[in-house]
């Protein structure tokens, strides 16, 4: 894993077994975050740890059991943000434990609290 702050490989593709490359390059972050999903009925919670962050997605390893294709919703306390920001993101890929998400409904104030954090994250990386 990559130490804190670090970029990631810009031209790694955005989930195992794509060749679509990723639109804005992923830095390595390390947050508690909560899932939440409707499943069976129900709505259910999980918890994990990011594992890096982009402006369109987040990587992390949960305790729960999502599916690719599924939408979920993220609460993820990121640096610079009184509060844990709340997104609706959908499963790109699972591999075991580690899950990749896309955001999907960012407005104008998440999408500039995420080009904050990964300029910030890019300036302790040394980028």
């Excluded at 059991?65 to 993820?76: N, P």
Aim: charged residues 25%; positive net charge.
């Amino acid at each position: 894993m990559a130490a804190p702050g670090k970029k990631l490989a810009p031209n790694k593709p955005a989930w195992p077994g794509s060749s679509h490359a990723r639109r804005y390059p992923r830095f390595a972050i390390d947050v508690r975050l909560q899932v939440r999903m409707f499943q069976d009925g129900e709505f259910r919670n999980c918890w994990g740890r990011s594992t890096e962050l982009g402006q369109d997605g987040i990587g992390a390893t949960l305790t729960g059991d999502l599916e690719a294709g599924e939408i979920v919703s993220l609460d993820i306390p990121l640096p610079l943000t009184p509060y844990p920001v709340k997104v609706r993101a959908i499963v790109r890929y699972r591999q075991g434990l580690r899950y990749g998400f896309e955001f999907l409904t960012l407005n104008e104030t998440q999408r500039d609290m995420l080009r904050r954090v990964c300029e910030m994250l890019a300036t302790k990386s040394g980028e």
